[in-house]
């Protein structure tokens, strides 16, 4: 049996007390009982009352026991526990007990159908209204926790409702289910209405419960950013495929990886702004490529710019030779060059261009760039006569050499010799060889 000790002055209640009915008010004082049962009895005893019992004031008690002051537990149910067990008349066996644990050191609040089970009624904190707080005194909220939560199994609860206008925002009449974090930051969780019987679960985020940032939509095997609609989604695959529907269709539009460093798309990528491949950190055109391009198809433009000004072909060569080396047709091989070796050859061929702004043909180890067109550095020679800008060229004696053209007397009239014409001087070379600049035209 437990024990109830209450101290009213030099008067000890040190049983149980019973209370089986009511039937009238009444005042039972110290003098009233005989020595022994109440008072100094410390051997303990049980005390049957028909009546409402009152401890700590004469007036009428307003329920079955009414103890004005405070009330000292030292009742067991085991070696290690006290508790205060709460129960009803009817169905007594239902209680609620109220206790410590002495050996872990803890309190504890736990339901009990006695005989039966523990735990098998819920623990209403706060049923009638009112707020509840753990670690703080001051709750502002329904459950205000100060401090970490740990939770071993789920957290679940009711979503709230989180309409969204037209731009994607939670609008100021939602309510959410919301995790609310340091700076007034809040998670929310809900479901938004997308109309035609479309609901979709949300998560979003708030700052101080009014400027709510754009919310993130988690549609089960679907995720959609922005507003909400019917059938508008973003997926995600389990192997990593990013999927984009519209309509009423299924995913039409796809991104995924199709093999080492390399990403794939079945649509087509339109791209409003520049676009930089390589080193290009703020490309200044709709396509900057720092590096090497490869195209196999064919390009179609208004205009091709490119930096350097002439136009060369990939041709096979029985040598290797230098940049600025001037090429004929070599007669021994069909569709190849050599380095010119005569004077006003007719087959001259073209320069060996260093890095033209358009090539055309396949790369090769036997091949070089051979410039036929545009403005190409020449290797000069001047040793017969200086070259003057303007100056029309030919092959010179020296191999791989362009040399002043000398005109032909005709009637009065001064010809070049057709056939041999490499190209304009663009720069002057009054003696010996070096480089210059020539337009290419050759006729």
Excluded at 73 to 97: C, D, I, K, W, Y
Excluded at 270 to 292: F, H, Q, T
Aim: glycine content about 12%; hydrophobic content about 40%; charged content about 15%.
């Amino acid at each position: 049996m437990n024990t109830i000790q209450r101290v009213i002055g030099s008067l000890a209640l040190c049983s149980l007390v019973m209370v089986a009915g009511r039937t009238s008010a009444q005042t039972v004082n110290a003098t009233n009982v005989s020595a022994g049962n109440f008072g100094a009895n410390t051997g303990g005893g049980t005390y049957t009352f028909p009546l409402w019992v009152g401890v700590g004031s004469t007036s009428a008690p307003t329920s079955k026991l009414n103890v004005i002051g405070d009330l000292t537990a030292a009742g067991f149910n085991a070696g290690n526990v006290v508790q205060l067990e709460l129960s009803g008349s009817t169905n007594p066996g239902r209680e609620l007990l109220a206790g410590f644990e002495t050996e872990n050191s803890y309190g504890f609040l736990q339901t009990l159908n006695r005989g039966v089970a523990w735990g098998p009624y819920a623990l209403a904190l706060q049923p009638m209204g009112g707020q509840v707080g753990i670690g703080t005194s001051t709750p502002a909220a329904k459950l205000h926790v100060n401090g970490d939560i740990y939770a071993s199994s789920r957290i679940s609860g009711r979503a709230g409702y989180s309409t969204y206008t037209s731009d994607g925002i939670w609008s100021s009449s939602a309510v959410p289910s919301r995790v609310i974090m340091p700076m007034d930051q809040e998670l929310r969780f809900g479901y938004s209405d997308a109309g035609a019987g479309q609901y979709y679960p949300s998560i979003g985020f708030a700052v101080n419960s009014t400027a709510v940032n754009h919310s993130l939509l988690i549609l089960q095997s679907r995720v959609a950013l922005g507003v909400p609609e019917s059938y508008n989604r973003f997926q995600v695959s389990g192997g990593g495929t990013l999927g984009w529907g519209a309509g009423s269709s299924a995913v039409d539009a796809t991104l995924y990886r199709d093999s080492a460093s390399t990403l794939r798309t079945n649509a087509s990528l339109v791209v409003d702004g520049n676009v930089g491949l390589g080193a290009a950190a703020s490309p200044s055109y709709r396509l900057y490529v720092s590096g090497n391009t490869h195209v196999n198809g064919t390009v179609t433009g208004t205009i091709i710019r490119a930096h350097y000004q002439d136009v060369a072909e990939w041709v096979p060569a029985s040598v290797e030779m230098a940049p600025g080396t001037v090429v004929v047709l070599d007669p021994s091989t069909p569709n190849q060059v050599m380095p010119s070796h005569r004077a006003y050859d007719t087959a001259v061929a073209g320069v060996v261009s260093e890095q033209p702004g358009l090539i055309l043909g396949v790369e090769g180890d036997d091949k070089e760039q051979v410039a036929t067109t545009g403005r190409v550095k020449v290797h000069a020679d001047a040793t017969r006569a200086p070259i003057r800008i303007g100056d029309l060229l030919v092959s010179g004696d020296r191999p791989g050499t362009a040399m002043r053209s000398e005109p032909m007397e005709m009637n009065g009239r001064a010809f070049h010799q057709p056939g041999t014409i490499i190209g304009k001087a663009l720069e002057a070379l009054p003696e010996g060889e070096g480089e210059i600049l020539v337009l290419l035209s050759l006729q």
